[in-house]
């Protein structure tokens, strides 16, 4: 090829990374997250209507003031650690059946009637975890659904 050949495919190339970039950042972001099939929002919607859910304002009231309730973020480690509601402790979502009994009295005086918030990014993992929750017998588990970005939008407590 020569090098007026070589100019025109890099022209070409540099071009189409620039429109195809275009096209992506056209996208909602909502679009770009969902790299997965739509079985896995059936999922979750299955799951948010056999389960207690809240939006932002009623989790507002709950972390200004929790009583004995426990509040669980399910996001993973560096995802908390980047910022998270106050008063809420991580538990990843993976890892939630195993971690949860430390916090509720295991081995000595199980509560499982404890009041368990579940917050994650969007309200998904949340919804899949207190689903999980409830089948291994917990009665009183709700999944906060909302934005985590938009309560920090709102001015709600964020520890950074």
Request: aromatic share 8%.
């Amino acid at each position: 090829m020569s090098h007026e050949g070589e100019g025109y495919m890099n022209q070409f190339v540099t071009s189409s990374m620039v429109l195809g970039l275009g096209a992506v950042l056209s996208v909602p972001p909502l679009a770009l997250a969902q790299n997965y099939p739509p079985v896995v929002t059936q999922k979750v919607q299955a799951a948010q209507k056999q389960v207690k859910t809240i939006g932002m304002e009623e989790y507002r009231k709950v972390v200004e003031s929790p009583g004995d309730a426990l509040i669980v973020d399910v996001r993973e480690p560096h995802e908390y650690a980047a910022g998270y509601v106050p008063g809420a402790i991580n538990i990843p979502r993976g890892l939630l059946e195993f971690q949860i009994w430390k916090h509720v009295g295991f081995p000595a005086n199980i509560e499982m009637g404890r009041t368990v918030y579940l917050q994650c990014q969007s309200g998904n993992r949340a919804s899949l975890a207190a689903q999980s929750l409830a089948e291994l017998g917990f009665t009183h588990t709700t999944a906060v659904v909302m934005s985590l970005e938009d309560w920090q939008k709102a001015g709600h407590p964020f520890v950074k």
